[in-house]
């Protein structure tokens, strides 16, 4: 390695750092300064890590949404529109985003398709010169009964999370309808709904895109198939499951995302646990062994509470007595799809969220 040793070095232009990525940075020498060109920031080796030159008592100051601090993070956690504003950042900052799409609402009557779960967009080390000082935020409510789809959210007009599709049911003309995640099939058509979130396209500049999911819903039986119940709801994380001849489909399970659940801001998800689609519903008053459950495909247990289910709801078992087991909303800021509807309940799917986190120090 050559080295050049002088008192002091005035530059006229510039001085040009060597160019490295977080893969091929060199190591060793304490105090040796590079450019990170994956990131955008210059770099220096304190002896055991490479850290941001520009890092001082702040790399980012903002408001909007609930704020919050928790574990060196300051968390903007948006639960209807809003702006996230900057006041205030040193070249090379980044905030991680999490954008969750509202989930699909119940379809009607009974043996009805679970709903598909908004759709679920996570990127990491995202620029904030990228979107300037300030940035839109809108959130998307969960679907309306009967056969409302999730709204989208989005994130500063370059990140969006599709909301999820509702499942099928009757008249016989309502199939699974796509979204982030589709809805699934029923009894009356077996179509379940397509999913759109990883065709959409996230502008995320040097950031790196963890998560664009969604998955498509479960099929059902089709008239006139065994009166069995719907297909599972299209989950984050996995396809809605099929109707079977005993049992109506689960939701497809969701997604867990780090860094962001309700241990790091309240109105976050328990568990980082976003994106469960809905479980199928069936006709069959006190037999909760044939409903379909939401969001634990695969694997996972019925008996779970919602929340570690990725907010899906559980189908019905109820008939026009309603003493069966009823069928349960998605969850509240999890983008949750709705279960299959048990007679005559009318249930919504869960809203979705936006939330921005950044290093204090």
């Not at 009757?170 to 995640?181: E, L, M």
């Not at 001849?245 to 328990?270: E, M, R, Y």
């Not at 509240?332 to 921005?356: F, K, L, N, Q, W």
Request: one cysteine or more; hydrophobic letters at 25%.
């Amino acid at each position: 390695m050559s080295r050049l040793n002088v008192g002091k070095l005035i530059a006229s232009v510039g001085i040009r750092l060597p160019g490295f990525t977080d893969s091929t940075r060199p190591g060793g020498e304490q105090g040796l300064m590079i450019y990170n060109s994956q990131s955008g920031i210059v770099e220096i080796f304190d002896g055991s890590e490479w850290n941001n030159v520009s890092t001082g008592s702040f790399t980012l100051n903002a408001v909007g949404g609930s704020e919050y601090e928790s574990n060196g993070y300051k968390y903007h956690v948006f639960v209807g529109p809003g702006t996230f504003s900057v006041t205030e950042a040193k070249a090379g900052a980044t905030i991680d985003v999490l954008v969750v799409a509202g989930g699909g609402g119940a379809g009607n009557y009974y043996y009805c398709g679970g709903s598909g779960a908004g759709g679920v967009v996570n990127v990491q080390n995202y620029p904030v010169q990228a979107i300037g000082n300030s940035a839109p935020v809108t959130v998307g409510a969960g679907g309306a009964y009967p056969y409302g789809d999730g709204i989208d959210s989005s994130f500063a007009g370059v990140l969006t999370a599709k909301g999820g599709g509702s499942g099928g049911g009757y008249p016989y003309g309502y199939s699974g309808k796509p979204g982030g995640s589709g809805g699934g099939g029923s009894l009356y058509v077996s179509g379940s709904g397509t999913a759109s979130q990883s065709s959409i396209s996230q502008s995320t500049g040097s950031g790196q895109l963890v998560n664009n999911a969604g998955n498509p819903g479960g099929p059902g039986p089709g008239w006139p198939g065994t009166p069995t119940g719907g297909g599972g709801g299209g989950g984050a994380g996995a396809s809605g499951q099929p109707w079977g001849p005993g049992k109506c489909g689960d939701g497809g399970v969701g997604l867990q995302i780090n860094g962001f659940s309700a241990a790091d801001h309240p109105q976050l998800a328990t568990a980082g646990k976003y994106g469960g689609g809905g479980g199928g519903g069936t006709y069959s008053p006190n037999d909760p062994s044939r409903k379909g459950y939401g969001g634990i495909n695969p694997g996972g247990s019925a008996g779970d509470p919602q929340g570690q289910r990725y907010g899906g709801g559980n189908g019905g078992t109820s008939g026009p007595s309603g003493n069966g087991y009823a069928s349960e909303a998605g969850m509240e800021r999890t983008g949750g799809g709705a279960g299959g509807p048990d007679y005559p309940h009318s249930i919504g799917g869960g809203s979705g969220v936006v939330a921005i986190r950044y290093l204090t120090n």
